[in-house]
């Protein structure tokens, strides 16, 4: 919708809301948010380590099964049912020719369990396997 004043003036009010401003700060908040999702989604799972005296750094960027309290198992921060461990592990280790695996257990959760997840990653093809704690202050 264009508005003119006056009689044909040389230089005529237009009044257009010009688009492209928002489309463009749209866009960079929709990327800015996919960008930090899936970080804010994994560091909602509360897992509290065990603490240990002695630990070492993980290698490299490891497939990680983390176990809550509820003793609810996740892949990569991806919830999965204990039936499904074994195929979505085999998905994950298949697609990484060095595959190290880092179990995150809560510290309540029975050793039965961390047991299960490690012996479904050895089963599929992991080449290393770690359990994941929390360093002590000395």
Known sequence: MKVSIGPRDKFP??????MIPLIDVALVLLIIFM??????????????????????????DPIKIQITAQRTFYVNGQATLAEDLGS??????????????LVEADASVPFEFVVKAMDQAKEQGAQKLGVAVNAEKK
Do not use: E, G, H, R
């Open 88 to 101: 979505i592990l085999k998905s994950q280790i298949q697609s990484k020719t060095d595959a190290v695996v």
């Open 13 to 18: 009010l237009m009044a257009d809301i010009n």
């Open 35 to 60: 960008v930090l999702t899936p970080y804010l989604v994994s560091s909602q799972i509360k897992i509290n380590l065990p603490k240990t005296v002695s630990s070492v750094p993980a290698d490299s």
